[in-house]
């Protein structure tokens, strides 16, 4: 990233506006169309959420999720999704986004947003997005910006007071405590039947399970705080106030016009209008904040929060010195407080500590420590204390923390009894201990950590949300529910069918006898990596052995669809969870045919019209292309981009162009399953296992779209044409050939055809002497891969009779 705020090595966009404007959808979308790119989200909750959508386009082994709780790191990811403050800004990409930058005028939290908006840029474009009275600060920091102003999609209008009972279906109600939530939520079950709850404390586990439940038509009514003020988007008609004043930490004070608008803007989703009130316990909101809510007119910001992030780590205390620097710049303040800061101060004062911490490795080490967020926000000096011990145990010894100790913090809190309080408290406690696994280098064995604390979160979360249930939904309604789940589950083939199983396992009562309600069985599945997915060769899906879905034909074999076992059993919200998590799965798999490298990948922005066309080729082939397919484009390239394409995994090889995992054996078999699909037909007996195919097997079948080659009389796996070519073409490969050939148990009067065909003497020895080959001569393996319904049958007596030696499709493109 430019370090420079006046920087000019990227295009910077400035789109500002207010809620309901597309403004995140246009820079996902415009991400998508860069080789890679980052967006920085400001809350964990959105952070997931946008990467559930982009892992939904391009498969989740191309994206990463980076927030202080979550990491899901693929080996080349293209695509960081991340919070602000966790945003890996050392790495390089062509697109940059930051959301919500008028947070930058946050107390807290703003020195993070200004920064990056001082110095995060991506390497082609920059995009920051919020609201418009960050229009005056970015044209001031950022002149050479384009400032576009995004406009609101559906209309808002103010409606004035009414009371709990006459509030229309798909309202929320808004409160500004955790307490008064309750309260509401209780009052809204006794009228209405039920509410979903939405606090900021939730984890996003128990946050998803309760918006699915209200998505999903199950409840009609949503009770929450300022949480769902950014990235939640709701179907919500109507927002009500219960409160116009919150502690932000320092005081209880009145909510400013453009937060109330933050808020009441989640009414109305896309081209539907929505409109917004107060409960009547209230006043009527003023006429001026009405009219500027419904504009969206509202004061600029004219000042940022600002801290100096060229940080001194010689001494604790040129730390401090350097931390508490004042800004140069007249719209910036200096960060009143900030719990890293306060929790390094009180550290400093440590004797142990300003012992251990005397040179810079070891100052840094502490402001990382520092760093660690107090989920509980309880009493500050518990968790300095936490921190002390922390620091000292990573400054002694071996530099990790004791298994004991860490067994000691967290087991306590592997609890799933309690009511609400008790299990909120014991999430923020094991947020803490999530974060701290992930700093890896500070743990033994940091994987095992990460899973237990993921694994006790996900078990909190569960609990926490069969506890607001049990309390905020009437229990006849949800029966009716749980009624019709398991009711349709039970299909007509009886108790053997596989998904009878799915309907007891989604019982009528949650924990019993090991059932689970269906918001805890998608979050799984929805949080399940790659790995837990079990696909069999006819595209089958299953995850702990439940069938799932299935994959059925598409447009080509690059874009297969997906097809529910049992739609019927799934409610609206967990059957959209379910298709999304299942499609990015479905990317992947096209991904691990094409070897890992999708070559989507070359024909992004700024490539050459050459490296795009072999990018769409190599697509088109998944990842494996003749080289007559590929000597027009290649001829076209110079040195450097052919370099560019080796370094990426563009393999040359004697007769193909592919991508240097394509021709592994997880890769074929991928590609003989998206061609099954595709044609509609089980693949030829053996493939992709038998390197050897007798003609006659395919079927009228094009052997290249399965990874096969006709070379003689035989089809051979392209892999092993490689492997044979290769050797004869190489001054010492005779040994190789004849171990192949005898590998292959071919006849000798097909094991010399094959030779010929490949440009080697029948005997099994490499050529003394190549002869030059004819320009532009193309053998029977050239003939293009399509892999669809008008692909041209290999058979004995459909395909041309081999060259001679050395006569074609042989050598390196032109």
């Given at each position: 990233?430019?370090?420079?705020?006046?920087?000019?090595?990227?295009?910077?966009?400035?789109?500002?506006?207010?809620?309901?404007?597309?403004?995140?959808?246009?820079?996902?979308?415009?991400?998508?169309?860069?080789?890679?790119?980052?967006?920085?989200?400001?809350?964990?909750?959105?952070?997931?959420?946008?990467?559930?959508?982009?892992?939904?386009?391009?498969?989740?082994?191309?994206?990463?999720?980076?927030?202080?709780?979550?990491?899901?790191?693929?080996?080349?990811?293209?695509?960081?999704?991340?919070?602000?403050?966790?945003?890996?800004?050392?790495?390089?990409?062509?697109?940059?986004?930051?959301?919500?930058?008028?947070?930058?005028?946050?107390?807290?939290?703003?020195?993070?947003?200004?920064?990056?908006?001082?110095?995060?840029?991506?390497?082609?474009?920059?995009?920051?997005l919020g609201a418009d009275t960050m229009r005056p600060m970015v044209h001031a920091l950022i002149p050479h910006a384009s400032v576009k102003r995004a406009t609101r999609l559906s209309q808002l209008r103010y409606s004035g007071t009414r009371s709990l009972k006459s509030l229309p279906p798909?309202?929320?109600?808004?409160?500004?405590?955790?307490?008064?939530?309750?309260?509401?939520?209780?009052?809204?079950?006794?009228?209405?039947?039920?509410?979903?709850?939405?606090?900021?404390?939730?984890?996003?586990?128990?946050?998803?399970?309760?918006?699915?439940?209200?998505?999903?038509?199950?409840?009609?009514?949503?009770?929450?705080?300022?949480?769902?003020?950014?990235?939640?988007?709701?179907?919500?008609?109507?927002?009500?106030?219960?409160?116009?004043?919150?502690?932000?930490?320092?005081?209880?004070?009145?909510?400013?016009?453009?937060?109330?608008?933050?808020?009441?803007?989640?009414?109305?989703?896309?081209?539907?209008?929505?409109?917004?009130?107060?409960?009547?316990?209230?006043?009527?909101?003023?006429?001026?904040?009405?009219?500027?809510?419904?504009?969206?007119?509202?004061?600029?910001?004219?000042?940022?929060?600002?801290?100096?992030?060229?940080?001194?780590?010689?001494?604790?205390?040129?730390?401090?010195?350097?931390?508490?620097?004042?800004?140069?710049?007249?719209?910036?303040?200096?960060?009143?407080?900030?719990?890293?800061?306060?929790?390094?101060?009180?550290?400093?004062?440590?004797?142990?500590?300003?012992?251990?911490?005397?040179?810079?490795?070891?100052?840094?080490?502490?402001?990382?420590?520092?760093?660690?967020?107090?989920?509980?926000?309880?009493?500050?000096?518990?968790?300095?204390?936490?921190?002390?011990?922390?620091?000292?145990?990573?400054?002694?010894?071996?530099?990790?923390?004791?298994?004991?100790?860490?067994?000691?913090?967290?087991?306590?809190?592997?609890?799933?009894?309690?009511?609400?309080?008790?299990?909120?408290?014991?999430?923020?406690?094991?947020?803490?201990?999530?974060?701290?696994?992930?700093?890896?280098?500070?743990?033994?064995?940091?994987?095992?950590?990460?899973?237990?604390?993921?694994?006790?979160?996900?078990?909190?979360?569960?609990?926490?949300?069969?506890?607001?249930?049990?309390?905020f939904v009437q229990r006849a309604a949800r029966r009716s529910v749980r009624r019709f789940v398991r009711a349709a589950a039970q299909p007509a083939a009886g108790p053997d069918s596989p998904f009878a199983k799915l309907g007891l396992l989604l019982g009528e009562v949650p924990g019993a006898?090991?059932?689970?309600?269906?918001?805890?069985?998608?979050?799984?599945?929805?949080?399940?990596?790659?790995?837990?997915?079990?696909?069999?060769?006819?595209?089958?899906?299953?995850?702990?052995?439940?069938?799932?879905?299935?994959?059925?034909?598409?447009?080509?074999?690059?874009?297969?669809?997906?097809?529910?076992?049992?739609?019927?059993?799934?409610?609206?919200?967990?059957?959209?969870?379910?298709?999304?998590?299942?499609?990015?799965?479905?990317?992947?798999?096209?991904?691990?045919?094409?070897?890992?490298?999708?070559?989507?990948?070359?024909?992004?922005?700024?490539?050459?019209?050459?490296?795009?066309?072999?990018?769409?080729?190599?697509?088109?082939?998944?990842?494996?292309?003749?080289?007559?397919?590929?000597?027009?484009?290649?001829?076209?390239?110079?040195?450097?981009?052919?370099?560019?394409?080796?370094?990426?995994?563009?393999?040359?090889?004697?007769?193909?162009?592919?991508?240097?995992?394509?021709?592994?054996?997880?890769?074929?078999?991928?590609?003989?399953?998206?061609?099954?699909?595709?044609?509609?037909?089980?693949?030829?007996?053996?493939?992709?296992?038998?390197?050897?195919?007798?003609?006659?097997?395919?079927?009228?079948?094009?052997?290249?779209?399965?990874?096969?080659?006709?070379?003689?009389?035989?089809?051979?796996?392209?892999?092993?044409?490689?492997?044979?070519?290769?050797?004869?073409?190489?001054?010492?490969?005779?040994?190789?050939?004849?171990?192949?050939?005898?590998?292959?148990?071919?006849?000798?009067?097909?094991?010399?055809?094959?030779?010929?065909?490949?440009?080697?003497?029948?005997?099994?020895?490499?050529?003394?002497?190549?002869?030059?080959?004819?320009?532009?001569?193309?053998?029977?393996?050239?003939?293009?891969?399509?892999?669809?319904?008008?692909?041209?049958?290999?058979?004995?007596?459909?395909?041309?009779?081999?060259?001679?030696?050395?006569?074609?499709?042989?050598?390196?493109?032109?």
């Amino acid at each position: 990233m430019n370090s420079s705020p006046s920087g000019r090595s990227s295009v910077v966009v400035a789109e500002l506006g207010p809620t309901n404007t597309g403004k995140t959808h246009r820079a996902i979308e415009r991400m998508l169309e860069h080789d890679t790119g980052m967006m920085g989200l400001p809350l964990r909750l959105l952070a997931r959420e946008v990467y559930d959508r982009v892992t939904a386009r391009v498969g989740e082994g191309r994206v990463a999720l980076m927030t202080g709780e979550e990491k899901r790191l693929p080996p080349r990811p293209d695509y960081w999704i991340c919070t602000v403050e966790a945003m890996p800004t050392d790495r390089q990409v062509d697109f940059l986004a930051v959301d919500e930058i008028q947070l930058a005028a946050h107390r807290e939290r703003g020195h993070v947003f200004t920064d990056r908006l001082l110095h995060a840029r991506g390497r082609r474009e920059t995009w920051f997005l919020g609201a418009d009275t960050m229009r005056p600060m970015v044209h001031a920091l950022i002149p050479h910006a384009s400032v576009k102003r995004a406009t609101r999609l559906s209309q808002l209008r103010y409606s004035g007071t009414r009371s709990l009972k006459s509030l229309p279906p798909r309202s929320a109600v808004v409160a500004f405590s955790a307490d008064r939530v309750y309260e509401l939520a209780e009052s809204l079950r006794r009228l209405r039947g039920g509410v979903a709850v939405v606090l900021g404390a939730l984890s996003p586990r128990t946050r998803n399970a309760q918006v699915a439940m209200y998505q999903s038509g199950e409840v009609q009514y949503l009770v929450a705080t300022d949480a769902i003020g950014m990235g939640l988007n709701l179907d919500l008609n109507h927002v009500a106030f219960a409160g116009l004043s919150k502690y932000d930490g320092a005081e209880q004070r009145e909510l400013f016009p453009d937060e109330l608008a933050q808020i009441a803007g989640r009414a109305g989703r896309h081209l539907n209008d929505g409109s917004f009130g107060t409960l009547n316990t209230l006043s009527e909101l003023p006429p001026r904040v009405i009219s500027a809510i419904e504009s969206h007119r509202f004061p600029a910001v004219r000042s940022l929060i600002w801290r100096n992030s060229a940080l001194d780590f010689s001494s604790p205390e040129a730390l401090l010195d350097s931390l508490s620097r004042a800004p140069h710049h007249s719209g910036f303040v200096r960060v009143e407080r900030a719990d890293d800061f306060d929790a390094l101060k009180e550290l400093s004062n440590v004797p142990a500590i300003r012992e251990a911490a005397t040179d810079r490795a070891m100052v840094e080490l502490l402001w990382q420590v520092c760093q660690i967020p107090d989920f509980r926000k309880g009493l500050f000096g518990q968790h300095v204390a936490l921190l002390r011990e922390t620091f000292l145990q990573l400054s002694e010894g071996d530099g990790k923390l004791e298994q004991a100790w860490l067994s000691k913090q967290v087991s306590p809190l592997d609890d799933v009894s309690g009511d609400i309080h008790t299990l909120m408290d014991r999430l923020a406690a094991i947020r803490i201990w999530t974060y701290i696994s992930h700093r890896s280098s500070w743990l033994h064995d940091a994987d095992h950590w990460q899973e237990r604390t993921r694994r006790i979160e996900d078990a909190l979360g569960d609990a926490l949300h069969d506890r607001l249930v049990e309390r905020f939904v009437q229990r006849a309604a949800r029966r009716s529910v749980r009624r019709f789940v398991r009711a349709a589950a039970q299909p007509a083939a009886g108790p053997d069918s596989p998904f009878a199983k799915l309907g007891l396992l989604l019982g009528e009562v949650p924990g019993a006898d090991g059932a689970m309600t269906e918001e805890q069985f998608v979050q799984r599945v929805v949080d399940a990596t790659h790995e837990a997915f079990e696909v069999d060769a006819a595209g089958s899906i299953s995850f702990e052995g439940q069938p799932l879905a299935r994959l059925v034909r598409g447009k080509d074999r690059r874009s297969p669809q997906l097809a529910l076992a049992e739609p019927e059993v799934w409610t609206g919200g967990a059957r959209r969870l379910l298709e999304r998590r299942l499609v990015a799965l479905a990317r992947d798999l096209v991904t691990e045919a094409m070897g890992g490298f999708p070559a989507e990948t070359l024909a992004g922005a700024g490539r050459s019209a050459p490296t795009r066309g072999l990018a769409y080729r190599l697509a088109e082939g998944l990842g494996v292309i003749s080289l007559g397919e590929a000597r027009e484009q290649w001829r076209l390239l110079d040195e450097e981009e052919r370099e560019r394409l080796r370094m990426q995994g563009i393999r040359e090889g004697q007769r193909f162009l592919y991508v240097a995992g394509a021709l592994a054996p997880h890769a074929l078999e991928r590609r003989c399953m998206l061609t099954a699909l595709f044609q509609q037909k089980p693949p030829p007996q053996g493939v992709p296992r038998d390197p050897v195919l007798e003609l006659a097997e395919p079927g009228g079948w094009n052997p290249r779209a399965f990874g096969y080659e006709v070379v003689g009389s035989v089809a051979l796996r392209i892999d092993i044409v490689e492997r044979l070519s290769e050797a004869l073409r190489h001054p010492h490969g005779a040994q190789q050939v004849h171990t192949l050939m005898q590998e292959l148990r071919l006849e000798s009067g097909v094991r010399a055809r094959v030779l010929r065909a490949l440009g080697g003497p029948s005997g099994g020895a490499p050529s003394k002497k190549r002869r030059r080959r004819r320009r532009g001569g193309n053998s029977p393996a050239a003939a293009p891969d399509k892999g669809g319904a008008n692909a041209q049958p290999a058979h004995a007596g459909s395909h041309p009779k081999p060259q001679r030696s050395g006569a074609g499709g042989g050598g390196r493109p032109a």
